[in-house]
């Protein structure tokens, strides 16, 4: 045989392995659309690196890496108001511990199932890789719906989620954060059972208010991360925020943040959303208006619409914030809620940057128009990072017994952000472009491998 007809052999037959592994991958998951498209995502970028690098293909590192080391599933039963029994499923996803303790939040909502909570582990052991301290990727929740429940029916359903939780968990373990509908009243619930339950006071779980350990910035650092990372974005490409029309989605923790710190930094932002429908404000909307919406959201379950008949916004029922003409788009709300149409849409509007927020906001057909198109795309593991950094950073104050000042901790979650930026540019610059979906997963790949290489097999 020809040396050119081996290598053409040799390489078609590692090709073929790869093909077979995502088979495979597919076949032990199936009904798990959300952690296919994650790992599918992952994949199309570091299949180069993950077949050429002879130690990573035999130590068949990135299958392994579609496996999580451990799923934990639970029966979470408690008490209504009425004394009415009810029954939730309960879940811990410790996705990969390479790098360190399991690091991710946790998500009360009827939609949570196992294929959303592995994708999000999935996905968040890359992103607290990027992040560049040391922390493995993990994720948790439960199908329980916080919706019209009082407040005792919080606390009661966050104790007995604990109850089980804990017992997996610990600041060397296994550290759980907020996320969906986990704001600091749930994260107060969970760690004062965590507390009272193992009668120890760590730093098993970040998020916490700040007179228990919690640190300043913890709040706001997922919405501010995405505003410095679309400056770095816009920098990298001779361009900056000051005056940009921005589009935002959600009226959450990271929507509010990132529309406070972007109007700070000069922007317009136009939009806001939930799930009743979008507010849209033409002259953009004031540091005020935030704050309005911040307490009218703390009231529970009330809509956007209720914001709009005391200040003269336009509220719709049937638009997404994406039908309106904008400079950059932010959806910070949750996963697959930008479709084809919209991505479609904003390029014909000729948005200029979109970064996500949330995690996963964009359908698998909407992220690879976008990535095709003119649009500067940055996936969450890399925009939304923020709010793991600076949990990252809560851990150190703990294990330091020590406690961090607003400023300081805002300067490093600036600084966290550019340097992932920077990687995002070293490994995904190609003719002075910088793909920032191929940067941020082989900067992750590549240092999560490196560890899992270095652990030898198991
Ligand atoms: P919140 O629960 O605080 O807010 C979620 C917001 O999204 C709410 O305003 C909710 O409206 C809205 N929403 C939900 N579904 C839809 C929908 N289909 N259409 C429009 N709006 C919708 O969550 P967070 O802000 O904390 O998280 C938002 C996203 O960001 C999630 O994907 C999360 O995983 C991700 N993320 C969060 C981090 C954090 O630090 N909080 C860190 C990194 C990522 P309503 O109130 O009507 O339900």
């Known amino acids: 045989m020809s040396k050119t007809t081996k290598s053409k052999t040799t390489k078609s037959k590692i090709a073929q392995e790869w093909e077979d592994m995502l088979a495979r991958v597919e076949c032990r998951n199936p009904n798990q659309p959300e952690f296919l498209t994650a790992v599918r995502e992952v994949a199309d970028v570091v299949e180069t690196k993950a077949c050429k690098d002879k130690a990573i293909r035999n130590q068949r590192i990135f299958e392994r890496l579609t496996e999580p080391d451990r799923v934990v599933s639970f029966r979470v039963c408690w008490e209504t108001d009425k004394g009415e029994i009810q029954i939730n499923r309960g879940w811990r996803v410790q996705h990969c511990g390479a790098i360190g303790p399991y690091k991710g939040g946790l998500r009360f909502h009827p939609s949570v199932n196992l294929s959303i909570l592995k994708f999000l582990a999935f996905e968040q052991t890359f992103k607290n890789a990027l992040t560049g301290l040391p922390m493995g990727g ?25 109850t089980e939780l804990f017992r997996h968990i610990g600041p060397q373990t296994d550290v759980p954060a907020g996320d969906i509908n986990v704001g600091s009243r749930e994260i107060g619930y969970l760690y004062g059972k965590y507390k009272q339950l193992t ?127 904008a400079d950059i788009a932010l959806p910070c709300a949750t996963q697959n809620e930008l479709e084809e149409a919209d991505a479609k849409q904003l ?28 649009v500067l795309y940055a996936p969450g593991k890399a925009s939304n990072a923020g709010g793991v950094a600076l949990s990252g950073l809560e851990m150190s104050q703990n294990a330091a017994f020590e406690k961090g000042d607003f400023d300081t901790l805002d300067e490093q979650l600036l600084s966290i952000m550019k340097s992932i930026h920077e990687k995002c540019k070293l490994f995904g610059s190609d003719d002075n472009q910088i793909d920032y979906v191929k940067g941020a997963n082989l900067a992750a790949f590549d240092k999560v491998s490196n560890a899992m290489l270095a652990f030898g097999v198991h």
């Not at 000729?350 to 095709?372: D, I």
């Open 347 to 374: 390029i014909k509007n000729k948005v200029k940057l979109l970064a996500e927020g949330a995690n996963m906001p964009c359908t698998e057909k909407a992220q690879k128009l976008l990535r095709e198109s003119e």
């Open 138 to 162: 993990g994720k948790g929740g439960s199908d329980f719906d916080p919706s019209g429940r009082s407040d005792r029916e919080i606390m009661r359903f966050c104790q007995a989620f604990m």
């Open 199 to 325: 009668n120890t006071f760590s730093g098993a779980m970040t998020g916490k208010g700040l007179s228990y350990g919690g640190a300043p910035v913890r709040v706001e650092a997922t919405g501010y991360g995405l505003i410095y990372f679309v400056r770095e974005m816009l920098d990298a490409h001779l361009d900056a925020i000051k005056d940009k029309t921005v589009l935002i989605s959600g009226s959450g923790n990271v929507a509010l943040h990132a529309a406070e710190r972007a109007i700070q930094l000069d922007a317009k932002v136009v939009t806001l959303s939930d799930s009743t429908g979008t507010l849209y404000f033409k002259d953009g909307l004031t540091e005020g208006h935030i704050k309005q919406i911040k307490k009218l959201k703390a009231k529970d379950g009330a809509s956007l619409e209720a914001f709009k008949d005391k200040q003269g916004g336009v509220f719709s029922k049937t638009k997404k914030p994406w039908s309106y003409k």
